[in-house]
């Protein structure tokens, strides 16, 4: 009775304890942070630069992953995407990572989440349809293929984070579901170029490729996150 009456007391301990250190390391990544949009049905920059996006309609703010209304932004997968002025070409930020949630509503062919193109691919987040199922995917530079390949699901809230180390040459990509199930992918090699001195969210500026959900909690750092940071900041 008494040794189980530690166990518990133990297990208690250690998961207020885990708790606390994710907590904390998620403030100080937050303290650290380049540009933060809360997408609050709007695109303003919680970050130190108060780099903030265009104005948009209210019609496109959506529940957030908790149920909470107008929370997060919605996306018609036909003609919305918005301008952040972010510049995230690799002569200003060579390294970089960025991280959301967003909810897939529905796909087809290529879809973009992330994108700085001019014409080529390079730093852009997608979700890639071509198999007939939505992959989570990343570019890695000019004229390279879309790199890589997450399965995930539709109708429901996920966490992804990329990263681009244009020092290193290596690109990593992030997954996490609301079930703490987790998955990652890198490569190395990459060659990422300049493009646009903004991003645009939910589309590109060359071919379209528009993306139909939600998104959430759009965060960017001008650092390359561990795996564990990456974690702390999904769960």
């Known amino acids: 009775m008494l040794k189980n009456l530690l166990f518990v007391i133990f297990l208690v301990v250690f998961m207020v304890s885990f708790s606390f250190s994710v907590s904390a390391q998620k403030e100080e990544l937050m303290n650290k942070i380049y540009a933060y949009y809360p997408l609050d049905g709007n695109t303003i920059d919680k970050g130190p630069k108060q780099l903030n996006g265009e104005q948009i309609s209210e019609i496109r703010s959506t529940e957030d992953r908790f149920g909470n209304k107008d929370r997060a932004l919605s996306f018609n997968g036909q003609d919305e995407s918005l301008k952040l002025p972010v510049n995230i070409n690799p002569e200003i930020m060579p390294k970089l990572t960025i991280a959301l949630w967003l909810k ?6 290529i879809s973009t989440i992330i994108s700085h193109n001019d014409g080529g691919v390079d730093r ?19 004229n390279q293929q879309v790199y890589g390949g997450i399965s995930i699901p539709l109708n429901k809230w996920i966490f992804t984070a990329a990263s681009w180390n244009a ?14 199930n987790f998955s990652s992918i890198s490569t190395n090699n990459i060659n990422p170029k300049n493009g646009n001195d903004f991003i645009t969210l939910a589309g590109n500026q060359v071919s379209g490729d528009f993306f139909q959900g939600s998104m959430d909690q759009l965060m960017i750092w001008d650092q390359i996150l561990t795996m564990d940071q990456i974690k702390s900041l999904a769960y």
């Open 104 to 109: 897939v509503d529905d796909f087809s062919g």
């Open 124 to 142: 852009s987040i997608i979700i890639d349809g071509r198999k007939n199922r939505p992959l989570l995917s990343v570019a890695a530079g000019r």
């Open 167 to 180: 020092e290193t040459g290596k690109v990593s990509l992030y997954f996490a579901d609301q079930n703490k």
